[in-house]
């Protein structure tokens, strides 16, 4: 996240390549939506093999 924060300032003052900086953005909506479905996974994981023991 910090690496887009820092491309986004970087791209307010010079001139950058759009395509590689939304291509960066997209990445972290992604990863931003795919930490809930992995927590929830691990967390479920978690309490089955409590159940297990």
């Known amino acids: ?4 924060v820092h491309n986004s300032w ?3 003052h010079h001139p950058i390549r759009m395509g ?3 291509s960066q953005v997209v990445f972290l ?4 939506c795919a930490v809930r479905t992995a927590w929830q996974v691990a967390a479920s994981g978690a309490a089955a093999l409590r159940v297990v023991d």
Do not use: N
């Not at 996240?1 to 887009?4: C, E």
């Open 10 to 12: 970087f791209a307010l």
């Open 1 to 4: 996240m910090s690496d887009v």
């Open 20 to 22: 590689l900086y939304l």
């Open 29 to 32: 909506l992604f990863v931003a």
